[in-house]
């Protein structure tokens, strides 16, 4: 079960868009990332690549946990508020929650849900 202060770390990471630190540094070397219910990628490089090559197509990007998290012995669950700007201008928010498998420190396996609607990008202001 990872400590508070493990999680507060790892929310605190997340939120100042060190999502590959994040990674290398809370993620088991054979995790399991899955997004709603696709195949699993397996192993912290791939997942370390993965984020490479989403946070090239992007100009910026907001992360922001929604309080409270939910912690059960070694599974965990945070809401993610996402705000994604595209190179072009246009944006996407994302509500994802997060369903976590702890190992100690690290963690093991991890399930994204979200509604893929979320993804189709919106024009920017103005």
């Known amino acids: 079960m990872p400590s508070v202060e493990t ?4 929310v605190a990471r997340v939120e100042a868009n060190a999502h590959i630190e994040a990674v290398e540094e809370f ?6 990332v899955r997004e709603n ?4 990628r397996v192993g912290r ?6 984020e490479q090559r ?3 197509r992007l100009k910026s ?17 945070i809401r993610w508020n996402f705000t994604l700007e595209l190179h ?6 994302m509500d994802e929650l997060t369903y976590q498998r702890w ?24």
């Not at 690290?106 to 893929?116: L, Q, S, V």
């Open 45 to 50: 490089d791939l997942h370390i690549a993965n």
């Open 103 to 126: 190992e100690g420190e690290r963690i093991a396996e991890e399930t994204f849900f979200f509604d893929p609607a979320q993804r189709v990008p919106r024009p920017r202001a103005g």
């Open 61 to 77: 990007l907001t992360s922001k946990c929604v309080r409270p998290i939910f912690v059960s012995e070694d599974f965990v669950v």
């Open 54 to 56: 989403f946070l090239s």
């Open 27 to 32: 993620y088991a070397e054979d995790s399991s």
């Open 7 to 10: 999680l507060n770390r790892f």
């Open 88 to 93: 072009d201008g246009s944006f996407v928010m």
């Open 37 to 40: 219910q696709t195949e699993p």
